[in-house]
């Protein structure tokens, strides 16, 4: 089963696909990073609420893994999703998040 990954409400991001979740990732808007999600093909995503300071949710791609397929982006506040989604190919079997985070140059 195919996975995506996508900004939910204002403080989630959802995990459907080959494994379901969710992370709560309350007040990205307010942040100047939003939550590094790691995916185990090694996709890396920054996802943060408040694109282009809308109510949209932003999936910013990182680095590529063998999985992953695309980004859907999305402009519109009343989309279903009002989220860029993040596609990926069967066989993801698990990611990580975290909301608090910062390169190392």
């Known amino acids: 089963m195919a996975t995506e990954i996508f900004g939910l409400s204002d403080d989630l991001v959802e995990f459907e696909g080959d494994f379901n979740g969710e992370f709560g990732c309350f007040g990205t808007d307010d942040r100047e990073r939003g939550v590094l ?3 185990s093909d090694g996709t890396i995503l ?3 609420y408040g694109k282009n300071d809308a109510a949209i949710w932003e999936v910013k791609l990182i ?3 063998a999985l992953f397929v695309r980004i859907d982006l999305c402009t519109d506040e009343d989309a279903d999703p009002y989220s860029d989604v993040a596609h990926f190919k069967d066989g993801v079997k698990w990611a990580y998040a975290a909301s608090d ?3 190392v140059d």
């Open 37 to 39: 999600v790691v995916v």
């Open 63 to 65: 680095r590529q893994g």
């Open 101 to 103: 985070w910062q390169p």
């Open 46 to 48: 920054e996802v943060k």
